[in-house]
Nanobody, 115 residues
Framework: QVQLVESGGGLVQAGGSLRLSCAAS????????MAWYRQAPGSQRELVAI???????NYPDSVKGRFTISRDIAKNTLYLQINSLKPEDTAVYYC?????????WGQGTQVTVSS
């Protein structure tokens, strides 16, 4: 069983930066990818960054250039660096891991950007 615990969210002014962390516990053997998603009130959950087991990364155009996903394999920790925050980035951010055919989710961390 894998558990994912996010941290690092908070209230920040527009233009600021945050770094989110996702600590994974348990065996991640067979890991395919890890990702960050976000969900704003009244909206569907959307992918904002993904990193494969080989280290390849991908981002939607809406966040490209502002979001950076990275991981520390030794610490079993995933990160999301968010720069130039905008009010529309306000959402709950979730960590996701795909291990073999299973999807694991964290509980989410709230990011609120004030204008």
């Amino acid at each position: 069983q894998v558990q994912l615990v996010e941290s690092g969210g908070g209230l920040v002014q527009a233009g600021g930066s945050l770094r989110l962390s996702c600590a994974a516990s348990g065996s991640v053997f067979g890991l395919n990818s890890m990702a960050w998603y976000r969900q704003a009130p009244g909206s569907q959950r959307e992918l904002v960054a993904i990193i494969t087991s080989g280290g390849s990364t991908n981002y939607p155009d809406s966040v490209k250039g502002r979001f950076t996903i990275s991981r520390d394999i030794a610490k079993n920790t995933l990160y999301l660096q968010i720069n130039s925050l905008k009010p529309e980035d306000t959402a709950v951010y979730y960590c996701n891991a795909v291990i073999r055919t299973w999807n694991y989710w964290g509980q989410g961390t709230q990011v609120t950007v004030s204008s």
